[in-house]
């Protein structure tokens, strides 16, 4: 059975930083696209970043571009998302999510897999 576990969320100051990561079973992790997602209160869920399955090309959400930065190590079955110069506006539930796939894709609806979730805060 796939499982995704996200962790490292929590609450900093504006301007602060986070790294979230996300750990994979039940699946071959290695031939999947990897996503970082976000929902906030009373919104719909966002794209933030993807990755291919070798880590080779990745794409950012434009109000993250320069800020955030998603990584994967296949040999861990983990995938990353560093988080630096956090705004109020992140604050949000992130969601991790696995997709196989032809080229990574931001869209939710093409994931297969997704984690239950890590709270974000960011205090102004």
């Known amino acids: 059975q796939a499982q995704l576990v996200e962790s490292g969320g929590g609450l900093v100051q504006a301007g602060g930083s986070l790294k979230l990561s996300c750990a994979a079973s039940?699946?071959?992790?290695?031939?999947?696209?990897m996503g970082w997602f976000r929902q906030a209160p009373g919104k719909e869920r966002e794209f933030v970043a993807t990755i291919s399955w070798n880590g080779r090309n990745t794409y950012y959400a434009d109000s993250v571009k320069g800020r955030f930065t998603i990584s994967r190590d296949n040999a861990k079955v983990t995938v990353y998302l560093q988080m630096n110069s956090l705004k109020a506006e992140d604050t949000a539930v992130y969601y991790c999510a696995a997709v196989r796939n032809q080229i990574p894709t931001r869209r939710s609806s093409d994931y297969d897999y997704w984690g239950q979730g890590t709270q974000v805060t960011v205090s102004s």
């Open positions: 039940g699946f071959t992790f290695n031939t999947y696209h």
